[in-house]
T-cell receptor, first 115, second 115 residues
Framework: DGGITQSPKYLFRKEGQNVTLSCEQN?????MYWYRQDPGQGLRLIYY???????QKGDIAEGYSVSREKKESFPLTVTSAQKNPTAFYLC??????????????FGPGTRLLVL | AQSVTQLDSQVPVFEEAPVELRCNYS??????LFWYVQYPNQGLQLLLK??????LVKGINGFEAEFNKSQTSFHLRKPSVHISDTAEYFC?????????????FGSGTRLLVRP
């Protein structure tokens, strides 16, 4: 089955620690996205990648970093600079990321908690 | 800039009753419109989207939405809800601009279906 997988489902971060969230897709999509979801709020875009080895900051990129070395993979690192990392993180992909009106397909999410 | 308003944070309704979830948007350019559903601790799934043409859009699970340009609204409706429709529903817009990938989400409406 084609889809998006995210791991782990739950992740715990200690003070001052960097953690990496995994996102893999086998939909052959060019574009991939990372969103942050907080209770009572909609999704906010962290980073976006339209093609391998290229990515752009979204609305709340501070304290996060990404890489896009393979088409299928778009890992997100939450660095120690992110002071309030507790949230639900969602990865998504779309066919091209250049044409308006594209459907974005979402993974099941990773819940990050701070110890 | 664009924004999306979902005025109702929670909508309780009895099973088999009709429901309407409201969505209003603000934008200086025309937009594509989306409704997504999120079941507890899961990712988002597309319910329906409006790109062009008929203003009444039919989606999955018996949902439909109507685009009203003059009122800048895209309300979601279902004539008879089921317990399984209990979930959070997000309205989103995508500006019709060159190379625009961005989805701007509302804060969500939690639909609670009671027996």
């Amino acid at each position: 089955d084609g889809g998006i997988t995210q791991s782990p489902k739950y992740l715990f971060r200690k003070e001052g620690q960097n953690v990496t969230l995994s996102c893999e897709q086998n939909l052959n999509h060019d574009a991939m996205y990372w969103y942050r979801q907080d209770p009572g709020q909609g999704l906010r875009l962290i980073y976006y990648s339209q093609i391998v080895n290229d990515f752009q900051k979204g609305d709340i990129a501070e304290g996060y970093s990404v890489s896009r070395e393979k088409k299928e993979s778009f890992p997100l690192t939450v660095t120690s600079a992110q002071k309030n990392p507790t949230a639900f993180y969602l990865c998504a992909s779309s066919i091209e990321g250049t044409s308006g009106g594209e459907t974005q397909y979402f993974g099941p999410g990773t819940r990050l908690l701070v110890l | 800039a664009q924004s999306v308003t979902q005025l109702d944070s929670q909508v309780p309704v009895f099973e088999e009753a009709p429901v309407e979830l409201r969505c209003n948007y603000s934008s200086s350019v025309s937009v594509y419109l989306f409704w997504y559903v999120q079941y507890p601790n899961q990712g988002l799934q597309l319910l329906l989207k409006y790109l062009s043409g008929s203003t009444l859009v039919k989606g999955i699970n018996g949902f439909e939405a109507e685009f009203n340009k003059s009122q800048t609204s895209f309300h979601l409706r279902k004539p008879s809800v089921h317990i399984s429709d209990t979930a959070e529903y997000f309205c989103a817009v995508n500006p019709r601009m060159d190379s625009s990938y961005k989805l701007i989400f509302g804060s969500g409406t939690r639909l609670l279906v009671r027996p």
